[in-house]
């Protein structure tokens, strides 16, 4: 697709249930982001995949958190038991690998409410 | 540990009213800092990469620079369209290809621009 797909939009769940965020990146974009961004708090890092592989996991809060990325281009971020402080908007990003940086290509978010 | 600081949190101008955002910086050596501009409910939107000291990108209504501790976003004669949150980003070098590593995110700076 032109952009970088996220879903769903919103998702509202009850405390202590399993969510999962699907991100669609640009098609040819090797490298893929989450990040997580709460009221008032900046964009924060949670994982990176290079390919299907994730060189850098150390954003992931705890062991609640996983994700994994098929086939070069899906992903998904998989929230276990969720608590009321996983509430947040959850980016996805992507981006070429080279020498050159031209910059992440965003989603639009999925907004996660725990209640 | 990477530390961006985004000034002010809040900036309220008249159309035409010309400013400057700042964004501080410590990181353990720059390959790049980013400006983003976000818009409510959207994903942020990459504008600008700026990679040594002395640097300066213009789009439009809006120029960037960069020094070795921080970075400013000029807006010039700004429109009520300019008006958004406007992120500052930096990447360490790590000594691999760009879009290797995680970016560390200021909290932004949101822009009103009064008709």
């Known amino acids: 697709g032109a952009g970088v797909s996220q879903s769903p939009s919103n998702k509202v769940t009850e405390k202590g249930k399993d969510v999962e965020l699907r991100c669609d990146p640009i098609?040819?974009?090797?490298?893929l982001y989450w990040y997580r961004q709460s009221l008032g708090q900046g964009l924060e890092f949670l994982i990176y995949?290079?390919?299907?592989?994730?060189?850098?996991k150390s954003g992931l809060p705890s062991d609640r958190f996983s994700a994994e990325r098929t086939g070069g281009s899906v992903s998904t971020l998989t929230i276990q038991r969720t608590q009321q402080e996983d509430s947040a908007v959850y980016l996805c990003?992507?981006?070429?690998?080279?020498?050159?940086?031209?910059?992440?290509?965003f989603g639009s978010g999925t907004r996660l409410t725990v209640v | 540990e990477d530390q961006v600081t985004q000034s002010p949190e809040a900036l309220r101008l008249q159309e035409g009213e010309s400013s400057s955002l700042n964004c501080s910086y410590t990181?353990?050596?720059?390959?790049?800092l980013f400006w983003y501009r976000q818009d409510p409910g959207k994903g942020p939107e990459f504008l600008f990469t700026?990679?040594?000291a002395g640097e300066e990108k213009e789009k439009e209504r809006l120029k960037a620079t960069l020094t070795k501790k921080e970075s400013f976003l000029h807006i010039t004669a700004p429109k009520p369209e300019d008006s958004a949150t406007y992120l500052c980003?930096?990447?360490?070098?790590?000594?691999?290809?760009?879009?290797?590593?995680?970016?560390?995110f200021g909290t932004g700076t949101r822009l009103t621009i009064i008709p």
């Open positions: 990003a992507s981006s070429f690998v080279t020498h050159e940086f031209y910059g992440y290509t």
């Open positions: 098609s040819g974009h090797t490298a």
């Open positions: 995949f290079q390919g299907n592989s994730a060189p850098d």
């Open positions: 990181v353990s050596g720059l390959r790049g």
């Open positions: 700026l990679y040594s």
């Open positions: 980003a930096v990447q360490p070098n790590m000594g691999s290809n760009f879009g290797n590593e995680k970016l560390t």
